[in-house]
């Protein structure tokens, strides 16, 4: 069995993408003013808008920030097989520690989130430091997130999401490793742990939105620490979109550029 291959990969995209966004900016279509214009109870301040949209167009450069991904994250590309899914191109930064025994970490992302998740705290993860552990960090772009290849078939769940990044781990030679996921990244950090024990030594969550079972298990004491009423009162708009019938929500937004600020 040949050995897996990892590549090295810039970040750098097309001059053509960049000027077909200036042109959806420029072209911003913003609802009427109304009484409640600038209210924040009923969502994004339409002047606040305005004025990201105005930054984005004219003040904001890519470029400078393409610069800095280049020169501050190591970034590869491996290809992961899943099953019934076929190959994925999977993109991922692996920032390795000085300390040559440290603990392999995978750092996986939420919705909607990427790998510059881990941007901020590498340095801290990474460093050789005698008062503490330290990791080698492997941050992926989740599939169909950032620079990754996205499935093409119905049906790829948490377990295959879990499955690939498990794969990633396994290409870079990483056969026991821990993991750090918050938001869906808490659950398919979850899901690796219970589908690869032997593998997965250990997990640190965080935005923990579900019980923390993936099957019956003797530990359904717990589930009272998660009472229904105070998981409603958290409601997230990603929740629809695991529903196929809203695959109408691609086509509506991505048109209207400026329509993701105010969820953002």
Not at 207 to 214: F, S
Not at 223 to 250: A, E, G, I, M, W
Request: charged content about 20%; glycine content about 6%; proline content about 11%.
């Amino acid at each position: 069995m040949s050995s897996p291959t990892i590549t090295p990969y810039r970040t750098s995209i097309p001059d053509s993408s960049l000027s077909l966004l200036t042109t959806k900016l420029a072209t911003t279509t913003f609802p009427p003013e109304t009484t409640f214009t600038d209210n924040w109870d009923y969502g994004a301040s339409l002047t606040s808008l305005k004025r990201l949209v105005s930054y984005w167009k004219n003040g904001f450069d890519w470029r400078t920030q393409e610069k800095m991904l280049n020169e501050k994250l190591p970034q590869f590309m491996t290809t992961v097989e899943v099953e019934g899914f076929g190959e994925l191109e999977i993109h991922f930064v692996h920032q390795k520690s000085e300390e040559r025994e440290s603990i392999p970490l995978l750092f996986c992302h939420g919705w909607p989130g990427s790998f510059l998740e881990v941007i901020k705290i590498l340095p801290l993860l990474t460093r050789k430091d005698g008062d503490g552990p330290s990791f080698h960090v492997v941050a992926p772009s989740l599939p169909n997130f950032g620079f990754s290849e996205g499935p093409k078939k119905p049906g790829f769940g948490i377990p295959q999401y879990a499955e690939a990044m498990h794969k990633v781990m396994l290409n870079l030679g990483y056969d026991k490793y821990v993991t750090q996921g918050g938001d869906w990244g808490f659950e398919i950090t979850r899901t690796i742990g219970i589908k690869y024990p032997h593998h997965c030594l250990a997990s640190h969550l965080n935005y923990i939105e579900i019980p923390p079972l993936y099957s019956p298990h003797p530990n359904h004491p717990v589930l009272p620490l998660f009472p229904q009423p105070r998981r409603k009162s958290r409601p997230r708009t990603h929740k629809l979109v695991p529903n196929p019938r809203l695959r109408l929500q691609h086509p509506a937004i991505h048109p209207a550029t400026h329509a993701r600020l105010p969820f953002v």
